[in-house]
Nanobody, 120 residues
């Protein structure tokens, strides 16, 4: 049984940083694409970053966010720096077997989400 459990969300001022974690069980990082999505109130779920063979980011977070894996701990991370109010959203960890895809409907496994609020 696959489980993805996110943590690390919170309230931060503009320009601040947060690190999100996603503890994964029941799947292998070597055969799955691991990704972060986010969903702001009233918006569709949006791709943020993925870590297949090469790391991929949506344009709005390039240079500010870094996705990484710790294979020894089966944990996915998203380091978020220089946060902006428009980064406010619920952030979800997701996984899919096989090849990278930015479409949320291609991902089989989802965490429950962790809320990030960027506000002064």
């Amino acid at each position: 049984q696959v489980q993805l459990v996110e943590s690390g969300g919170g309230v931060v001022q503009p320009g601040g940083s947060l690190r999100l974690s996603c503890a994964a069980s029941g799947l292998s990082f070597s055969t799955n694409v691991m990704a972060w999505f986010r969903q702001a109130l009233g918006n569709e779920r949006e791709f943020v970053a993925a870590v297949p063979a090469t790391k991929t980011y949506t344009d709005s977070v390039k240079g500010r966010f870094t996705i990484s894996l710790d294979n020894t701990k089966n944990t996915l991370f998203l380091q978020m720096n220089s946060l902006r109010p428009e980064d406010t959203a619920v952030y979800y960890c997701a996984a899919k077997p096989g090849w990278y895809a930015p479409n949320s409907n291609r991902y089989l496994y989802w965490g429950q989400g962790t809320r990030v609020t960027v506000s002064s």
